[in-house]
Nanobody, 124 residues
Framework: QVQLDESGGGSVQAGGSLRLSCAASGYTDSTASLGWFRQAPGKEREGVAALRRRSGITYYADSVQGRFIISQDNAKNIVYLQMNSLKAEDSATYYC?????????????????WGQGTQVTVSS
């Protein structure tokens, strides 16, 4: 059984920063791919950043490239999403997701396990 627990959401002004955390528990092989996704009201869920844990290869959506950083602490089994230079359009519920292998790391359908989400609100 895989469990993902997100934390770190909140409200921030445009230009500010937040760091999201995702604590993963369960079989390591089931969380070889980890990703952060977001969904704003009335919009589809979209991939923001992803990580192949063994290789450390990262993937980013064009909209966050250069502003967001995904990283991992293997000892604590936590994946982080550092979000800098936040914009109003970054406001959404952010979800952590995991899969044994995500062929398309930023595609939600490739992920089997999901956290409950954490809200991020950026005011302009």
């Amino acid at each position: 059984q895989v469990q993902l627990d997100e934390s770190g959401g909140g409200s921030v002004q445009a230009g500010g920063s937040l760091r999201l955390s995702c604590a993963a528990s369960g079989y390591t092989d089931s969380t070889a791919s980890l990703g952060w996704f977001r969904q704003a009201p009335g919009k589809e869920r979209e991939g923001v950043a992803a990580l192949r844990r063994r290789s450390g290869i990262t993937y980013y959506a064009d909209s966050v490239q250069g502003r967001f950083i995904i990283s991992q602490d293997n000892a604590k089994n936590i994946v982080y999403l550092q979000m800098n230079s936040l914009k109003a359009e970054d406001s959404a519920t952010y979800y952590c997701a995991a899969a044994p292998l995500a062929y398309w790391p930023l595609r939600p359908a490739d992920y089997k396990y999901w956290g409950q989400g954490t809200q991020v609100t950026v005011s302009s």
